[in-house]
Structures are given as C-alpha cells and as structure tokens.
DNA sequence: ATAATAGTGTCTCTAAGACATTATGCG
DNA sequence: CGCATAATGTCTTAGAGACACTATTAT
C-alpha cells in the first residue's frame, strides 16, 4: 500500500502572486481630492499556454529555492521591492489539468507593498506588465484600467485559474484588515484618515461609518499636513 | 530569466492531515458526566527518518491525484470516512530539508469528523496509529494519553515539522469555530449543550460565559435527553 | 437532602452602525 | 461666500464578559 520515497513522480510546483498597491486616481479637478484605488500587478504571457492573456507574475518553484522566497524572488524581479509584507495564500492544485503542460500545483502568495518603493524597469525580461486598479462592489470584483470605470473581471482574459487566485486574494484581504494591521503595508509611511478609509471602503465595497472611530488605536497624529486642495487640508498620520 | 517549463527539476508533493475528532473521556463516577475531549490521530512511524516517532497521517501525492483528494483518500485509509468536513490548512515548503529524503513540500489539511462514523480496522497497512488527546491551555499545545493527564507536547516525540503543523490546525480552529460552523462536524447529529461548549472550551482554553446565548441561533432543540448521571438531565440539541 | 449539572436572568461594558454638527482652507 | 472635505459628537443597538439564581435528576 505504502510506496516508497522514490516511487512517486514528483509535481511541477509554481508560485503566483498577488502583488498589490494602492494609489490615487488621477484628477484634474482643484476641487475634489484624488481618490485612493487599489492596484494589482498583471502580466501579460508571451507563450503559450494562454498566449496574450493576463496573468499574475510567477513562476516554476526551483528545487533549490523555498516556497515563500520563490514568490519573494518573483516580486523583487518585478517590483524591485526586497522587503514587504508577504502572507501565503493557498495552494492551488486539486484540478489535474490546470495547466495545460503537465500537472503543476501553485502556492499563491499576497504581497503588499507600499507605491513609493516600487522601482521602475527592474525587470529584465521583456513581458509587459500592467497595474489595474480593482475592488469589490457586491460580492463581485470588479477592475478597471483609468481607476474611473471599473467593469466585471470576467471581462479581462486572464490566464489559468488566476481569476480565481485574485478573488481570493481580495477576500482574504478584505477579511484580515479588521483585525489586522496589514493595510498600512498598502501605503507611504505618512498617509491621511481619507487614504486609509478609502482601502477599506474598497476593499468591502460600502462606506464605513466611524471609521476614525476604529483606527484611532492603531495610528498616531503628526503634525504635518496634506495641503494643495480647495477644502480643509488633512492631517496626516503614521501607524502605530 | 525565465526557464521552459521543463527545465524546471520537479519536487515531491505530500500531504498531510490533521484529523480531530472528539469524544468522552471515561469516569467511572456515577455523579459526573464524562468531559468532552479533542482528539487527534497520528501514526507511529515504521521506518526511516524519524522511525518510531509519531507523524500526522499523510503521503505523497500521486501524479494523477487531485491534492485534496489526496488528502481524502489518506483519511479514507485511516478512518474509513468517505464524506468529512475537510479544509486546506498551509503549505510547508520554505526549508530545503523539511525532509531528509530530499525536497519535499507539503500540504496540510484539516479534517474533522464524528467519532461514529469511524471505522475501526479499516487501515489495511500494519502501522500502529493512536488518538491522542489535545488541547490548548495558556497559548500551549497539550497532549494526553488518558484525556486525564495532559502534558505540553514537546515531550511527545513528532516527526518533521508536524508539531508546528498540528499547533496551527489547532489555532485555526480554534479561530474559525468563533465565526463559521465547524465545530458541529466534531460531533454527532445530537449533542448536549455542554459537549458543544466542552470544545470550544479546550481551543480557547478558558471558560466561555453565557455559551448558550452565543449559540443558540446555531442550533435547535430536540424533545429527547441524555440521561443517566445523577443531576439534571441535558436536552439533546441538533445544528440548526 | 444533596451533589452535580442544566438552564435562565441580569447588569455592565465595549464596539459598531448611522448620522448630525462643526471646522477649515482655497477658488 | 460657498464648495468640498476634515474632524468631532451623539444616539442607538448588538454582543460579550461576569456572575447570580432557579430547576432537575439519581444517589
């Protein structure tokens, strides 16, 4: 019953990841503040399978690299970010067809990094990569390419499973930052009331009331200011 | 930069389970009512590495084997259990040498099931396995043979990392009770009240005040009793 | 009767939902 | 000034912690 070490043939193991940011929406208005989206990292195949879809950045797993530092790697390569805040997801695998060469399995990672880090043209490979902003509105997730119009995902060809691995990423994401500090690893060290609500109103696609209220504990005030606007400029704080 | 899909060396894929149940521990005074307990089953190794020591019931996974179902198919062995309340805990795969035997990363499950369901000598493989019982107290992980004595579970001799493994079935357990309903599928169809309560008890290693006002949404009551002991009769209840 | 547990009631405290009110700076 | 947003305050409700009190059975 029990075979033995060597009498099983051994897996193709990848890692994907879900590399996220957030950002302001460009505005051109003096008025009204940019708002604060969320972005993930998309890029785009050159090969077959799935030639000319959008995937998330991964790859093979090498038999001599552990799982998290693998995804690391791959963040590193397309972000130029060493150090971050990375969690492990799940591990995608009970589909014996999930990719079409030959049965791989996929240990997800969700990485979060902080905008003003990201190095431009690290990457030395020649795939094109994109940010989309993305959120949940109704249970449904949602992207968009200008951060203004946002449509249903399942309007994007994305490779694989990994529709499935960026809304489970969301999820995962949008449950952890209630009891969690991980959203300050979304943004600048220096960051407004607003900025921050505004991941968290993304995130669970509704206005959250008292939101200071809640966060209070977590932050603390400076005494420096976000100004430029044509309203009450915002203090700005920095995590506790 | 990026390698073919085939230059990539392959890696042993495992799972491995972690199957609780619970169950009464024996009295044998007729004024007490039997204490609800959580029990875990591990197998007693039969060969190298770590001969003799126990390890989380496990096995690699089969080229052609969704790894769920790998999951399922060991559970299946062990318990002869088909149909279980089973979930992906965590990947364990940053070390190189988890495994002596060379690159192994492995999947860990959580199952939980009924101890009526259970089959007794289905395990057609000659390996010695024993429940043991579990709890945690203080943020530490216990262990006993008696459901009386209960010992921290570094005096317990476990095979790989499968310490570290069974430490967080047992904390995302203990967490996911709190919100989801799995704490039923511990259990058989009906339960007192104070079974119910025993187990979340022993996750979270405290006395919970005012259990029933936190449940009762969850379950419903029946008209039949547990009789017997010499105090008040428990109403059976049944998940709602 | 009494040991031992089942089951109910109540008081307090904290946190969240919803929203009204006041403050501030630029165009 | 008034637009747009920042920041504070308040009323209500839901839930958890802690514990007192009453109910029920076999010995």
């Known amino acids: 019953m029990t075979k033995s070490f060597d009498a099983y043939e051994k897996i193709s193991v990848a890692t994907d990841v879900v590399i996220l940011t957030s950002d302001e929406v460009e505005t051109n208005n003096p008025r009204m503040s940019a708002p604060k989206g969320l972005k993930v990292l998309l890029v785009k195949r050159d090969e077959e399978p799935f030639n000319g879809e959008w995937s998330l950045p991964g790859g093979f797993v090498d038999v001599n690299v552990g799982i998290e530092q693998a995804a690391r790697n791959k963040v590193a390569q397309k972000t130029g970010v060493e150090n971050l805040y990375m969690e492990q997801l799940y591990t995608y695998g009970n589909e014996l067809d999930r990719d079409p060469r030959g049965r791989v399995i996929s240990i ?32 449904q997730l949602l992207y968009s390419t200008d951060g203004k119009g946002y449509y249903l995902i399942d309007n994007l060809k994305i490779a694989f499973d990994h529709k499935q691995i960026l809304q489970d990423a969301l999820e995962r994401l949008k449950n952890k930052v209630l009891y969690t500090d991980v959203a300050f690893q979304l943004l600048p060290e220096l960051f407004t009331m607003r900025e921050l609500q505004d ?19 977590k932050v603390e005030e400076t005494e420096l200011i976000s100004d430029g606007k044509a309203h009450r400029p915002a203090k700005l704080y920095r995590r506790r």
Do not use: P
């Open 108 to 139: 997800a990672y969700l990485a979060l990094l902080n905008k003003e880090n990201i190095q431009q043209n690290t990457d030395s490979n020649t795939k094109e990569s994109q940010w989309f902003w993305v959120m949940i509105k109704n249970g």
């Open 199 to 217: 991941i968290f109103e993304l995130l669970h696609g509704k206005t959250i009331y008292s939101f200071r209220r809640f966060i209070e504990s």
